[in-house]
């Protein structure tokens, strides 16, 4: 049974993250932390080796949160229950022990889902296997004697304490910033505005209140669902804004004048800081294939360089950096950031944070203009899934000979970058029949109708 994305486990509350799902998860889950505490049966003599379980604002997220917790004691660990949190305050919560988290982040409210945690890192693809092989093996639980206990676990307050202290390394005071925040009904809501007020920013809220039926807008920030809060920063006096998904680890900004600014840009922007900020030798940014070349720019700039992992998988690139290595001091793919300086886990609360500091020194403006921001086109071409092994394979060949100037990487897709700043990416979709095309260029419509074309005729050829 595959169960885990490129995000946890997510989908239909009622046909795939059921309680019978949560409770078999939960089993498995304890079951590494007894492993890890080198017991047999209970941790008790050992508290931090407990499942730390929270879960977001969603309806269904008690009953799928209970269910973990009984499958948590039942194979005797203990519980340490943080209720209703963001996502990194769980992962903070998770440092030195297990966590797992009841959340479907940006997805519908029909939905949850599930992510697991251990020493402040999402599972690897190794941890998630073990979990699928215990699911599939119906797991059963342990003597009646071993079961483990529960007690509840104020984690709020040092987390928000320990965003606090991490962005005050950073950028200037914040008193004086106006910051219009929309939270989306999530639970960035118990976050980022008493985080960025800690740091003086004077900050009014939209959809601050925590609902799991995201009455205010979708969950999923985006240009569209924000159009309210563009529509606010752009009629007020805000230096700039901020959008979070359901659970706070992606975040989106709007300038001054109501527009979004490109993940790809604030990216850039934190990236060069940290690597400018940085006294390592060899400072790293670990980002994804898709990603933008402005990044790459600003990072050399900075006196660092880039290394890119496959989506989904930015832990792997970090241990893979360090590995060689490298000192990674950013990690991020579109929307989503991990501060290594910080913790493990993509935080969204703390990149809030960060750029508060950063616009209170430098203007949003002015962290924004040495950035090149080229025009950035994504687009989907149809594909069946059974051709996807053989389009690509086809695409490693037939693409570098349609640009033979461009220097080629296929590790992740197939991606080519030119001289000037320019790139593409091609690759398959995970989830639908589609290979995706991302470009960027001075002309990119024609850029990727170019590329597209390749596309198209490696799976028209692929179907011979």
């Known amino acids: 049974m595959e169960l885990f994305g490129t995000a946890g486990i997510r989908g239909s509350a009622r046909e ?3 309680p019978e799902l949560a409770l078999s998860v939960g089993r498995a889950v304890a079951t590494d932390a007894v492993e890890a505490a080198g017991t047999e049966g209970t941790v008790d003599s050992d508290p931090d080796a407990a499942v730390v379980v929270g ?44 966590g797992v988290m009841l959340t479907a982040s940006h997805n519908p409210p029909t939905d949850n889902g599930i992510k697991v945690f ?76 008493q985080t960025l007020r800690e740091l003086g920013a004077r900050v009014v809220t939209l959809n601050g209140q925590v609902d799991g039926h995201f009455p205010g807008r979708e ?97 792997e690139g970090i241990a893979s950096a360090r590995a060689s290595g490298g000192d990674v001091v950013f990690a991020a793919e579109p929307w989503k950031h991990i501060h290594p300086a910080h913790g493990g886990w993509i935080d969204g609360i703390a990149s809030a944070a960060v750029l508060t500091r950063l616009v209170a020194a430098e203007g949003l403006d002015g962290l924004r203009e040495p950035v090149t921001e080229r025009p950035y086109r994504k687009v989907s071409v149809d594909c069946p899934d059974g051709r996807k ?29 030119f001289e000037g700043g320019s790139w593409t990416l091609v690759r398959p979709s995970g989830t639908e029949p589609y290979v995706r095309v991302y470009a960027e260029a001075d002309d990119v419509d024609a850029f990727v109708a170019d590329v597209s074309e390749v596309v198209e005729a490696a799976v028209e050829d692929a179907e011979h």
């Open 389 to 417: 092994p053989d389009v690509m394979t086809r695409l490693e060949t037939s693409l570098p000979e349609a640009y033979p100037e461009a220097s080629v990487d296929t590790e992740y897709g197939v991606r080519l970058e």
């Open 55 to 98: 879960r977001d604002g969603r309806t269904t997220g008690p009953a799928l949160a209970a269910a973990v917790e009984a499958g948590v004691e039942s194979a005797g660990a203990d519980v340490r229950r943080v209720g209703a949190v963001p996502t990194p305050a769980l992962a903070f919560a998770s440092q030195g022990r297990f």
């Open 219 to 315: 969950s999923k920030p985006t240009p569209e669902s924000l159009s309210d809060l563009r529509a606010f920063v752009a009629d007020g006096a805000f230096d700039f804004g901020i959008g979070h998904d359901g659970d706070a680890d992606r975040i989106v900004i709007v300038d001054a004048d109501g527009d979004v600014v490109h993940e790809d840009t604030v990216v850039a922007i934190l990236a060069s800081h940290f690597v400018r900020a940085s006294e390592a030798d060899d400072p790293v940014v670990v980002t994804t294939p898709n990603a933008s070349g402005r990044i790459d720019e600003r990072v050399r700039d900075a006196g660092g360089r880039v290394e890119r992992v496959r989506l989904g998988a930015l832990h």
């Open 16 to 18: 795939r993250v059921t």
């Open 118 to 193: 251990v020493d402040g890192e999402e599972y690897d693809r190794e941890r998630e296997r073990g979990v699928e092989t215990r699911v599939d093996a119906g797991q059963r639980p342990t003597e009646w004697d071993e079961w483990g206990g529960s007690e509840s676990l104020d984690v709020l307050s040092p987390y928000r304490a320990a965003v606090v202290d991490y962005a005050e390394s950073f950028g200037a005071d914040a008193t004086g910033l106006d910051v219009a925040v929309d939270l989306g009904n999530g639970m960035g809501a118990l976050g980022t505005p």
